[in-house]
């Protein structure tokens, strides 16, 4: 069992950053996936970014890329996304999970957090 806990969201307006934070607890094997995903009111669910506890793959989402950067602290078991230049279309909640391995940017994934809410005002 892994369990993950998502902070770090709140309201900020476009042009602005904010970091997220994702503490897993549980069995996290080194080689675990660690990803984001957002998903906004009415739409499905996205991939944003990836990244494996060994630090041997980052992945990314395509909408993001450039703005948006992932990383992590093994020593304390947290996944972070750092997100820049944020925009009105990047408001959604975002969702920390976990898997043995990289699912696709489609998969279904074994654990989930509660998700943080991030608001873009513009």
């Known amino acids: 069992q892994v369990q993950l806990v998502e902070s770090g969201g709140g309201l900020v307006q476009a042009g602005g950053s904010l970091r997220l934070s994702c503490v897993a607890s549980?069995?996290?094997?080194?080689?675990?996936?660690m990803g984001w995903f957002r998903q906004a009111p009415g739409k499905e669910r996205q991939f944003v970014l990836g990244?494996?506890?060994?630090?041997?793959?980052?992945y990314y989402g395509g909408a993001v890329k450039g703005r948006f950067a992932i990383s992590k602290d093994n020593a304390k078991n947290t996944v972070y996304l750092q997100m820049n230049s944020l925009a009105p279309e990047d408001t959604a909640l975002y969702y920390c999970?976990?898997?043995?391995?990289?699912?696709?940017?489609?998969?279904?994934?074994?654990?989930w957090g509660q998700g943080t809410q991030v608001t873009v005002s513009s």
């Open positions: 549980g069995r996290t094997a080194s080689n675990y996936f």
């Open positions: 999970a976990a898997d043995s391995s990289f699912r696709g940017v489609n998969g279904k994934y074994e654990y």
């Open positions: 990244i494996t506890w060994s630090g041997s793959g980052t």
